[in-house]
């Protein structure tokens, strides 16, 4: 049985509404594809760090569409969590973030002399 979930507890869902697993398991639902359908297709990367004068001075910027050909869970929750987090070039030369991929090996660098700044992703 459907009853008393845990999908009531985790949503925080009122007590009417854990009453009625099924009106429940219809939302979710809904709320899981709205969250698909709202994809941006492009994100902009929260600046974390004072930018030194020589650095793009623009955030740098994610394209979904670029990326197309990974399902959702190449990224979601492991390498980035649903929600905009910053980081730094540090932590990408240390494999995480874009960092994972973009190592030069799997996919372009995202430092050293032969990444691209602004015609990647320090884009205005
Ligand atoms: C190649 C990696 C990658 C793939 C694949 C990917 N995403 Fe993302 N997604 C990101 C990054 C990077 C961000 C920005 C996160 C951050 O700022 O920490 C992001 C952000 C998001 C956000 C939050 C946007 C906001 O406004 O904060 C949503 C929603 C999202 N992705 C949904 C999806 C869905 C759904 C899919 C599959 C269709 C998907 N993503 C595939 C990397 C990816
Ligand atoms: C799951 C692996 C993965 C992650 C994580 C990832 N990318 Fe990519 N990205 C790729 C691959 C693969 C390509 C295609 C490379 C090619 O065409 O040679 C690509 C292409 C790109 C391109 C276009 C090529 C270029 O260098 O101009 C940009 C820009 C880009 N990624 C930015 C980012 C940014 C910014 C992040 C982090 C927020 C990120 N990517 C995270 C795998 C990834």
Redesign the pocket.
Same mark, same amino acid.
């Given at each position: 049985m459907l009853h008393d979930t845990n999908l009531g507890r985790m949503t925080g869902a009122p007590a009417w509404l854990r009453r009625h697993p099924f009106v429940l398991a219809c939302l979710g639902i809904v709320v899981a594809s709205a969250s698909v359908w709202a994809v941006p297709a492009q994100?902009r &990367?929260p600046i974390v760090k004072d930018h030194a004068k020589l650095d793009p001075p623009g955030a740098?910027? =994610?394209?979904h569409w670029? %990326?197309e050909?990974?399902q959702c869970v +190449? $990224?979601h929750p492991t &390498? =980035?969590p649903r929600a905009r987090k910053g980081f730094t070039h540090d932590d990408?030369d240390e494999g995480r =973030? !874009?960092g994972? !991929? %973009?190592d030069g090996r799997? +996919?372009?660098p995202?430092s050293g002399a032969r990444a691209?700044c602004k015609?990647? $992703?320090h884009t205005p």
């Open positions: 994100v &990367i740098g910027m =994610f394209s670029r %990326h050909q990974y +190449a $990224c &390498i =980035f990408m =973030f !874009c994972a !991929c %973009h799997t +996919a372009p995202a691209n015609t990647s $992703c």
